[in-house]
Structures are given as structure tokens and as C-alpha cells.
């Protein structure tokens, strides 16, 4: 394991004297973390420093960015992950980037509509930050542009499926053990992910229409402690507008054949479509912002029982204030889900003791017995952290 | 005999304002002299690197560094902004259009590194102030003059120069000032002060001019703080490389500037 952690070190190290050496421009930041679960015994969930670092290479028809990040946890040994690694090569009406990228699209904030190219880090549910929830996927990708109409080709030829928390973490309500779940699909050209959006950025209006073939990133069980992937077909599409100061959004997508559980006795599933559909309004008045969604979650040609309801009703609240004279910033976000009424309710505060240290403190408490998130109703989280940008 | 005092005093001040705009305006009424203003010749496009230094009353200061590029039409403008300092914003950028047409408000999206996706925002109001700096949106643009009723009310040296002072009433009852006074440099037609009153009409805050140059026959304000003395916080904003009518592409303000940033 010494081993390990020296190459890390060295690594870095050597890519790090690069940016002395080039071109290449290196930023990032460090965070150490602490969290605590609000039990009796005020257990620790979490104690993580991580090492956030950028490189990167800007030509005038190219790009590179390496972007690693080395994390120490409590209870895990030192892991280095490649957030993204990718080349962008500039023609006149076209970008192309090759590598490890994270691909984002839709106009939905912290929920999935239309934003499923990437994968999620789901190890600590999604109570980190987006940036850390989202994975990097190894693909292809071409941008093409017309005006302000933008024809984008997404190429994954590895299926990279969500990371899932361990049978014995707090974020596995079941403690299910998933290791393995995507054993089955082999990385050959039919196995393949495909997406294409063409979206449009005007005065009035930005558009987004998508589609895919696309493997599951969640796996379904088909035995005991064996699951696999369902190859889903997506189309959709998001748009904002503006309309008397507030800004308007909407998304929505159609899936087609993933498998729902027939009961909760058996493993049999049943293919069918379901519709995911977001509605939005967002308001600014001076340094105050307040958001909100309406999700809603159909399953289509719903004819027989199955373990998930046939609707599925989320709302989200964002209300954040930013105070610039003093550095702070407050942020709470909300999402309730109206099926056997459950929710978290994440309150932040942020403090800028200067330009490139911040400090915050929060928590993320969960309310209700069941559902998305009252599974973790015992699991209410304090946590604070400090992070210096550089 | 207080309605005659009154009387009296108000004749006296009408008198005293009246040979103030003669003798200081060589003619000009308040109005022209804010249309010669706003009449300065101003580029087509321009490119520079913007500083702001915000300063709280406790004398902590955060340092803002953009990239800026501008380009001006007939009816409208486009802005797009990045920012490279410090650290944690860097790869943050901002795209706005703005209309000169009544009641059409500014089209705005922001591109965060971490999301990875432009997003529009509300582009809220005038009196939004940019950035959590000391400036609104409306004290960085180019307010027209037709919007307030202007009075010259003294006259004043600053730095050496003779300035004409220029007191504007919004006729909007709803602006976010009661009035504003700007100490204008008849030489060159440029605001050199600036006082703001809150809607109490109290002093609000004060824009001060430190430096100005003459580039490519243009005087442009490169140096400036605006400090809010009833919060006692300030900001001064600088603006170096300046690259004046260098022809700007419209292609440069578009979603994929904002992505990539410029090439």
C-alpha cells in the first residue's frame, strides 16, 4: 500500500512540475470534510481530505484538461481517481473532445431527466456536491454549429454504470451487495451508448431536444446478489425562457424499457415506459434566489401491480442569499416527494475568510419513514468543511 | 412673515441657480451637458482586463479578475465575461445582450465550470448590483439622458479641472435613487464624480473617477471606486489591456465562447 501511495505522490508530483516546465496551467483546491451522523452515539459518516487538481493545456485550437483527485477517508485507504481526462481539438463549426468528460445535459437541477450520459457517484447518496455526484464517462464527442443551433454526437464505447455504496454503508438502506453489476455487458461496439441533442441558445428562448440508446445506470436484480443493466431508449427535451423577470424551465423524457419489479417475493421484472417530466421557476431579486420544481414520474400502460407506484410526485426549493459584505453566503435546499410524504432538508452556510479559503457548515436531514428519502430518516448528517482554492 | 422669508430665500436661490447655469454651462443647459455626455464618442467594441477589489468596512478585500469583451449596436450591445481570479471562479463565465427598446429586459446565462452547462438566469433588475459589488447594473451603463430631468447646480474644481455640477431627477417616481449629482469635465465631457441619494434622499454612495486615458481618441475611464458610505464598503474597479474597435466577431458572444472561452 506504500507502494500505492508513493506512486500517487510521484505522480502528481511529476505532473505538477509540468505546469512549471509548459504551458500547462495548474489550479485546484483541498478540502478536508467532517461529518456526523446525529445518533445517539453522534457516529462520524465521514472524514475525507481531498486534493482537487487541475491541469490544463490551452492552444488556440486545443485543449487539455487532467483533472485528478486523491482522497484520504477515515475508513478507506488513499484512492486516486481521474475526474476527467480529455482532449478538445477547435475546427470553425465544429469541437471535438476525446477522453474522460463529464457530460451534462437538461435545465433540471438535482434531479435526472434528460441528464443521464453521465453516471453517478452515488456512494454517499446525493448529498455530495454535483460536481463529485457525476462521473466522467470515457466517450467521443462532437459539437457541431449552425447559427445558434447547436448538433452534438455523444459516442460511449464502454458502459460505465453508477457507483454504488457498499452493503455495510449507511446510504444502503437494504444493505444490498452490488459489486459485479456490470459484469454482463462487455465492451464491444454493440454494446455502445449513443446520444445526439440539438439545442438552442436565443434571446428569447434556449431549447435542448435529446435522444439516446443508452444502457441503465442502476442495476436491477435478476438473483440473489446478481443484477444487471436493461438497454433503455431515451427522447426528450428541455427549454428556459424568461417571462416578467422570471425565468420558466421545462424538461422531459421518455424512457422506454426498463424493468420494474412484478412484487416484492420475486425477482420476475416487467419492461415498460415511463415518462420523467420537470417543471421550474426561478426568481432574482438582488442577491436573493429562490427556485422551485415540480417532478412528476409516470410509468406508462401501468396494467398490473408492480412494486413502484405508477406516479411519483418530487418538488424541489431552492432559496439562497448571498451577502457579499460579509462573505456569506446561506443556501437551503428542499426536495419533498408526495408519495408517502418524505424529505431532505439540506440548510448551508458559507463563509469566505478570504479569496481562496472558505468555510461551511451544514446538514442534511432526512423526514419520513419511507421513500427516496425517508429510507434514511435515522441518518440525519451535520457536517462542516474548509477548502483552500489555489 | 415666514411665508415672505420663504418668499425671499426661494428668490434668492432661483437667482443664485440661474446665473450658476449661466456662467458655468457657457450656455448649456443641464440636459445638454448630459447629452454631450452621453453623446462621447464610445467604441464599437472593446476587450480589457477588469479588476474589482471589494473592500468591507473592516478593510478585508476580495479581488475579482475578468476578461471582458463588448461590442455595441444600434439598438442593443452584447457582453461577455470571464472570470480567471481567483481560483475557485475560475472557467466561470457570463454572457448578457442588452436592448435599448423600452421595457425589454436584458437577456442573461451564466456557464459554471462545475455544472458544465449555460444556464439563463434572471436577468432581475437594473438595481441589482453586479457581481456583490458597490455598482448596479444601471451605474455601469449608459443611462439615457431623456430618463431624468437635469439641473446644473454649481460648479466645482477637481483634480485641477473646472467641473459643472449636474443634479438629475429620474422621472421614473419608482427609481431606485431620489437624485443623483455628477461633477461633468466640460473639456472633456466626462462624468469625473458621481453622488447617489437614496430614496430618503440621503447620501447613498459616491463614484469617483481616479484615472482616465485617451486611447485611440477615446477617453475611457480606466480607474474608479464607487464607495457606499452608508455601509462604508467600496469597490474600485480598474481596466488595463484595453483594446479598443478591434472589429469583434458576433460569433465571440455565443454559448460556445462561454464553454470554451475565446480562441
Redesign the interface.
Known amino acids: 500500500m506504500t507502494v500505492r501511495k508513493t506512486l500517487i505522490v510521484l505522480l502528481l508530483i511529476a505532473t505538477a512540475s509540468l505546469s512549471y516546465a509548459s504551458d500547462i496551467f495548474m489550479f485546484g483546491e483541498v478540502t478536508t470534510e467532517t461529518g456526523v451522523i446525529l445518533t445517539e452515539e453522534l457516529s462520524s459518516s465521514m472524514l475525507q481530505n481531498t486534493f482537487d487538481l487541475k491541469f490544463e493545456y490551452s492552444g488556440s485550437d486545443s485543449y487539455m484538461l487532467f483533472n485528478p483527485v486523491v482522497s484520504h477517508s477515515m475508513d478507506r485507504e488513499v484512492s486516486l481517481d481521474v475526474r476527467e481526462l480529455y482532449a478538445d481539438i477547435y475546427f470553425n463549426r465544429m469541437d471535438l473532445r476525446i477522453g474522460k468528460q463529464q457530460i451534462i445535459w437538461g435545465k433540471t437541477d438535482g434531479l435526472f431527466i434528460t441528464d443521464v450520459v453521465s453516471p453517478k457517484d452515488l456512494r454517499q447518496f446525493l448529498l455530495p456536491d454535483f460536481k463529485d455526484v457525476r462521473m466522467g464517462v470515457t466517450a467521443v464527442r462532437a459539437d457541431y454549429y449552425v447559427d445558434d443551433i447547436t448538433f452534438e454526437a455523444v459516442w460511449i464505447p464502454v458502459f460505465t454504470p453508477n457507483r454504488l455504496p457498499e452493503a455495510s454503508s449507511p446510504w444502503n438502506a437494504q444493505s444490498i451487495d452490488f459489486s459485479g453489476s456490470d459484469q454482463d455487458i462487455a465492451a464491444e461496439l454493440m454494446n455502445s451508448e449513443l446520444f445526439a441533442r440539438i439545442s438552442l441558445y436565443s434571446s428569447n428562448l434556449d431549447l435542448e431536444v435529446v435522444g439516446g440508446m443508452m444502457w441503465d445506470d442502476e442495476p436491477y436484480p435478476v438473483g440473489p446478489e446478481t443484477f444487471d443493466h436493461a438497454r433503455l431508449g431515451v427522447l426528450g427535451g428541455s427549454l428556459s425562457t424568461e417571462v416578467a423577470g422570471l425565468i420558466l424551465r421545462g424538461e422531459a423524457a421518455l424512457y422506454t424499457g426498463k424493468p420494474f419489479r412484478v412484487s416484492t417475493v420475486s425477482l420476475d421484472h416487467i419492461e415498460k415506459d415511463y415518462l420523467h417530466a420537470m417543471v421550474g421557476i426561478d426568481y432574482r431579486s438582488g442577491t436573493m434566489m429562490v427556485s422551485t420544481q415540480f417532478i412528476e414520474k409516470v410509468i406508462l400502460d401501468y396494467d398490473q401491480p408492480l412494486v413502484a407506484d405508477q406516479w411519483n410526485h418530487t418538488m424541489t426549493l431552492l432559496v439562497n442569499r448571498e451577502i457579499p459584505s460579509q462573505h456569506l453566503d446561506l443556501k437551503l435546499f428542499t426536495y419533498l416527494e408526495f408519495d408517502e410524504f418524505n424529505a431532505l432538508i439540506s440548510p448551508s452556510v458559507n463563509y469566505d475568510l478570504s479569496d481562496a479559503i472558505n468555510m461551511g457548515i451544514g446538514a442534511h436531514l432526512f423526514y419520513g419513514e419511507t421513500g427516496t428519502f425517508g429510507q434514511f430518516d435515522d441518518q440525519d448528517l451535520i457536517h462542516a468543511e474548509i477548502t483552500l482554492s489555489f | 412673515m415666514n411665508k415672505r422669508r420663504l418668499h425671499n430665500s426661494l428668490i434668492v436661490l432661483f437667482l443664485t441657480v440661474s446665473a450658476v447655469s449661466m456662467s458655468a454651462a457657457s450656455g448649456y443647459t443641464g440636459a445638454q451637458i448630459m447629452q454631450q455626455v452621453y453623446d462621447r464618442p464610445t467604441p464599437q467594441d472593446q476587450s480589457g482586463e477588469l479588476t474589482m477589489i471589494?473592500e468591507?468596512?473592516r478593510g478585508?478585500q476580495?479581488?475579482r479578475t475578468i476578461e471582458q469583451y463588448i461590442k455595441e449596436y444600434d439598438d442593443s450591445s452584447m457582453k461577455i465575461m470571464f472570470f480567471t481570479?481567483?481560483?475557485?471562479v475560475?472557467g466561470t463565465s457570463f454572457m448578457n445582450?442588452s436592448y435599448d427598446e423600452e421595457g425589454r429586459?436584458d437577456?442573461q446565462?451564466i456557464y459554471l465550470p462545475?455544472?458544465?452547462?449555460?444556464?439563463?438566469?434572471?436577468?432581475?433588475?437594473s438595481?441589482?448590483?453586479f457581481m456583490?459589488?458597490d455598482f448596479t447594473y444601471d451605474d455601469m451603463g449608459q443611462r439615457t439622458p431623456g430618463s431624468d430631468i437635469h439641473t446644473i447646480v454649481g460648479e466645482e474644481v477637481l483634480d485641477g479641472r473646472k467641473c459643472i455640477m449636474v443634479e438629475s431627477v429620474s422621472k421614473d417616481t419608482d427609481y431606485m435613487y431620489s437624485r443623483t449629482v455628477t461633477w461633468v469635465d466640460p473639456e472633456s465631457w466626462t462624468g469625473l464624480q458621481k453622488q447617489f441619494y437614496d430614496e430618503d434622499g440621503d447620501l447613498l454612495k459616491q463614484l469617483t473617477v481616479i484615472s482616465t486615458e485617451e486611447i485611440n481618441g477615446y477617453t475611457m475611464i480606466t480607474e474608479s471606486v464607487m464607495h457606499t458610505i452608508q455601509?462604508d464598503?467600496r469597490t474600485m474597479m480598474s481596466l488595463d489591456e484595453l483594446i479598443l474597435d478591434a472589429g469583434l466577431d458576433d460569433s465571440l458572444f455565443?454559448?460556445?465562447t462561454m464553454t470554451?472561452?475565446v480562441?
Not at chain 2, 481570479?85 to 475557485?88: E, Q, R, V, Y
Open positions: 471589494l468591507n468596512s478585508d476580495r479581488v481570479a481567483p481560483s475557485d475560475r445582450y429586459s437577456d446565462w462545475a455544472l458544465k452547462k449555460v444556464k439563463r438566469i434572471s436577468s432581475g433588475g438595481s441589482d448590483y456583490g459589488s455601509k464598503h455565443t454559448t460556445r470554451r472561452g480562441r
